[in-house]
């Protein structure tokens, strides 16, 4: 039985990449053009629409010399934006064939409207095709060399993420510990004490564990009494967990109610990319 060599491999995934990709930017060329046309169709103000019961207000005439120098301004913007004149005036075209074909749904009608929705498709076609060629000459405005999208070169980003985030995590241990608030007879708790435990070890965090009336947890050395801080922080649902910095008095959610230990590391590494962190 024959295998694919690893170039053999590389160059399937790359020609499986720009296959995503060029699907992804073909249905984002469509997507606009019929987003435009939904555009030109609503452009109409509400007030306008004599239909929608506005018909009492009616604007105030204007003046032959105000039509002239609006004509004279429509001209001036039409010259300095061909491109964008003749793709309004496709949009109205296509949008007038849709409408023959659903009103008056001949033969001719309706192939007249497969027609230029077909013409979109190769218009789009050719677009992704000349998008791809600049991305393959001009590297900088490749995106999957951020965000690589091939198989294996997603995996190595993948783990890279986890790696950057797991070291700033780490880093975040060291200054803030974690308070576990908790309630006795509460299954969430119960399920999440374990959670929040492993959590700790993997990044040797301090945890408090922080209960309603004093109660311990068998899990957590350190369990004490609330002292009013749950109303304090606004402590509405158990479990939560918080991080928190003793000398800024800093405080992080790191989990309201039961989640997991991946949500609460990305839940972390978010916050600390925006800077909040004190």
């Given at each position: 039985m024959s295998t694919c060599s690893t170039g053999d491999e590389w160059n399937y995934a790359a020609r499986a990449a720009f296959r995503k990709v060029k699907l992804m930017v073909n249905c984002l060329i469509i997507?606009?053009?019929l987003t435009g046309l939904s555009n030109a169709e609503d452009g109409k103000s509400f007030y306008d629409?004599?239909?929608r019961g506005w018909h009492w207000y009616e604007p105030e005439a204007q003046p032959d010399d105000f039509n002239t120098n609006q004509e004279s301004k429509d001209s001036s913007i039409s010259a300095q934006y061909p491109a964008t004149e003749e793709l309004k005036l496709y949009q109205a075209?296509?949008?007038e064939a849709k409408a023959a074909a659903v009103m008056y749904p001949t033969s001719q009608n309706v192939f007249n409207y497969q027609k230029m929705q077909y013409e979109i498709i190769q218009k789009s076609g050719e677009f992704a095709k000349v998008w791809m060629q600049n991305v393959y000459k001009t590297p900088d405005i490749d995106y999957t060399q951020e965000s690589p999208m091939s198989q294996n070169a997603r995996h190595i980003y993948l783990a890279e993420q986890k790696r950057l985030a797991e070291e700033k995590i780490h880093e975040l241990s060291q200054k803030y510990g974690l308070f576990f608030f908790f309630k006795n007879n509460c299954p969430?708790?119960?399920a999440f004490a374990p959670v929040v435990k492993g959590f700790s070890e993997k990044y040797d965090w301090d945890v408090l564990a922080i209960s309603e009336f004093g109660e311990t947890h068998e899990l957590f050395e350190r369990s004490v009494r609330d002292n009013g801080?749950?109303?304090t922080w606004g402590v509405n649902t158990y479990p939560s967990l918080f991080a928190v910095n003793?000398?800024?008095g800093h405080v992080i959610p790191v989990a309201i109610?039961?989640?997991?230990?991946q949500?609460?590391?990305e839940r972390i590494v978010s916050i600390m990319g925006d800077g909040e962190l004190q």
């Open positions: 997507f606009l053009f629409d004599h239909a075209q296509l949008e969430y708790c119960d801080l749950a109303e003793p000398k800024s109610g039961m989640i997991s230990i949500e609460m590391e």
